[in-house]
């Protein structure tokens, strides 16, 4: 997964593909560059390493030209260096591209074009499309590029440039997000807004299989058999600030801040004012058809997978329809038993992950009703879906997924209780006092953010440990899962998730003096027997700091230190539980002096396999 970006206009292109490059790090930023054309060649810059090195480079030597384009990478054919950066360029560097995807039949592409004599210079997939728009070019552009598309299998968005046809760019996409910024007597192109926002609000959504040449003046746009496609503007209506920091230190922080605007508005116009139901104007299903779902399957990926164990906890106790929840690297190569009486939920903050995407394919080849919950209009999870839930959670950032998690959680409940009012299986006295619940939870987040010292020592005083454990039982294992993986991504502690009955059968063995065990008491029908695990730990001196209701005096006898979160229904009190741990793995991370927004060897959208 790579951003890419591209411009043409009367200005310099070096400073908009910098900027641009610098939003879109979050989706891979092990190395970068840029290439542009100055009137007589094309010049390519680029570097391994964090974009300032990049910058730096141009510093010293710029390059200047009013066309251009650029790529910050995470590495997937080829270790990350100088010569597997991009822009890849032909045998003559004529003509350059950046690529974000996988050219799955390059190796053969590759091997052809080496007979006919091309020479290679990088281990990448990507460089064979630069040679074969060498290959094909017999003085017209976008039929040679038109060619290698003809060609190339795989995942891809595509920006390139020639210095033959200096006053275009073409780009093309499948599978991989591209959007066109247009502006006045310039445009952009790029894979996210975040990178296109300073400059337009106009932008295009370039769809699978769509071919845009762009001029300073024009874009134009044609699909696969190249019949032109009149596409709509897409107004953006985030404010420019949303993209930004917005005075945090990190953008992990910002986002764990966002999470009471964040969950408001996920559910704003949702929740009906009386309580009595929930309203999907996305959705507008009807009793038969949710009489026909006859098993529900959740696939996801990390944190989405998270919020998809707390989903079979939901539709199983309120719908009483039977939930399968599978991470989506093992779902599709499973032979999954899907068919047209399921409903498959699909979670995805980005809407890109190629695995969710490939498993939500391969449930519609099923036969499944196909139901996307994600953050991003217009992403391919969004588009290959029958239905969408958005989550309003505005753009994430930081590679660790906050707000993200905490309305798929929002959504989740919000759906069980929609599916629950069409089958019957949940009184209105019961639905009235989830939706009053849902209401409060903003307020009731803002508050837990207030004061957040506590944590902040806690994380000081453990965040040095090499292990720490997280347990809990039913919806608090769910939690404990995702606390778990937040503390180990961006603080590089070993940290394990266990549901708290389990741990007597093998880990309970690592639990040794000064163990930091996180123990949710968050569920009273288990909280007892949560109790008993405590107690467990505590015999073997592991130091437990307790996350329960407030009122609960009880858990103080047996742990070291509490954690309160505001008293509220058992089904909700995961999107409360988690801010705590959300925080915490926060704190670590900073008292350990961890790059927080950009933990090693992570990105932010995973669009390979
Ligand atoms: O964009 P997605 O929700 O599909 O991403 C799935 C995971 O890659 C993501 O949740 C990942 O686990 C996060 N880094 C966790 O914080």
Redesign the pocket.
């Known amino acids: 997964m790579c951003g890419i970006v591209g411009y043409i206009g009367p200005e310099q292109a070096s400073p908009f593909l910098i900027e641009g490059l610098s939003k879109l790090e979050y989706r891979g930023y092990d190395s970068a560059g840029i290439a542009v054309f100055d009137g007589n060649e094309v010049h390519n810059k680029k570097s391994v390493g964090r974009l300032g090195i990049l910058k730096k480079k141009l510093e010293q030597s710029p390059l200047e030209g009013h066309i251009g384009i650029g790529h910050t990478r995470w590495a997937t054919h080829g270790r990350p260096s100088d010569v597997n950066s991009h822009p890849h360029t032909d045998c003559t560097g004529n003509f350059v591209v950046v690529h974000n995807g996988i050219i799955e039949n390059y190796m053969h592409l590759k091997e052809r074009l080496i007979s006919k004599g091309h020479v290679f210079t990088s281990e990448t997939d990507s460089e064979v499309v630069a040679h074969l728009v060498e290959e094909y070019y017999e003085g017209d552009f976008e039929a040679a590029v038109k060619k290698v598309l003809s060609e190339i299998t795989g995942s891809y968005a595509l920006v390139f440039m020639t210095k033959h046809e200096p006053e275009k760019l073409i780009c093309t996409k499948q599978d991989n997000p591209l959007v066109i910024g247009l502006g006045q007597g310039e445009n952009f192109i790029a894979s996210d807004i975040p990178a296109i926002i300073q400059r337009t609000r106009k932008t295009y959504i370039l769809s699978d299989g769509e071919m845009a040449v762009v001029t300073k003046d024009s874009v134009w746009v044609t699909n696969r058999q190249g019949v032109p496609v009149n596409k709509k503007v897409f107004e953006v209506n985030w404010d420019a600030e949303a993209a930004e920091k917005g005075g945090y230190e990190h953008f992990m922080s910002k986002e764990i801040y966002e999470q009471p605007k964040a969950i408001r508005e996920t559910m704003s116009s949702r929740l009906a004012t009386n309580n009595s139901k929930i309203i999907f104007d996305e959705l507008k299903w009807n009793r038969e058809e949710v009489a026909a779902i006859r098993k529900v399957v959740i696939v996801?990926?990390?944190?989405?997978?998270?919020a998809g164990i707390v989903g079979k906890y939901y539709i199983e106790s309120m719908a009483r329809i039977p939930v399968e929840v599978d991470v989506?690297s093992e779902f599709r190569y499973r032979q999954p038993l899907v068919d047209e009486h399921t409903l498959a939920i699909f979670?995805?903050?980005?809407?890109?992950?190629l695995?969710?995407l490939a498993a939500m394919k391969e449930a519609k080849r099923l036969g499944a009703k196909t139901l996307a919950v994600?953050?991003?209009v217009g992403s391919s999870?969004s588009r290959e879906a029958d239905n969408t839930i958005l989550t309003w959670a505005g753009p994430e950032i930081?590679?660790?997924?906050?707000k993200?998690?905490t309305t798929?959680l929002v959504s989740m409940a919000m759906l069980s209780i929609y599916i629950a009012g069409l089958k019957g299986t949940l009184s209105e006295e019961r639905t009235h006092e989830l939706i009053a619940g849902l209401r409060n939870l903003p307020g009731q987040v803002h508050e837990m953010l207030e004061d957040v010292e506590e944590i902040k020592t806690f994380a000081q005083q453990y965040g040095f440990n090499e292990d720490v454990f997280f347990i809990g039982r039913s919806l608090d294992y769910a939690v404990a899962l995702e606390g778990s993986?937040?503390l180990k991504?961006?603080s590089y502690i070993h940290a394990e998730a266990y549901a708290a009955g389990e741990l007597k059968h093998g880990t309970l063995a690592l639990i040794i003096e000064g163990v930091p065990v996180i123990a949710l008491a968050t569920q009273h029908d288990v909280y007892e027997k949560t109790l008993s695990n405590i107690k467990e730990v505590k015999a073997r001196d592991a130091v437990v700091i307790g996350v329960a209701m407030q009122g609960d005096d009880e858990i103080k006898k047996y742990v070291d230190h509490t954690i309160f979160i505001p008293k509220v229904d058992k089904f909700l009190a995961p999107i409360l539980a988690v801010i705590p741990l959300q925080l915490l793995a926060y704190y670590a991370a900073v008292t350990r002096g961890c790059d927080v927004d950009k933990?090693r060897n992570?990105a932010?959208?995973?669009t390979v396999e």
Do not use: M, R, W
């Open positions: 996801a990926c990390g944190t989405a997978y998270h989506a979670v995805s903050q980005s809407g890109e992950t695995d969710t994600t953050n991003v999870i930081a590679v660790a997924s906050t993200a998690y798929q993986l937040k991504e961006i933990p992570l932010k959208s995973v």
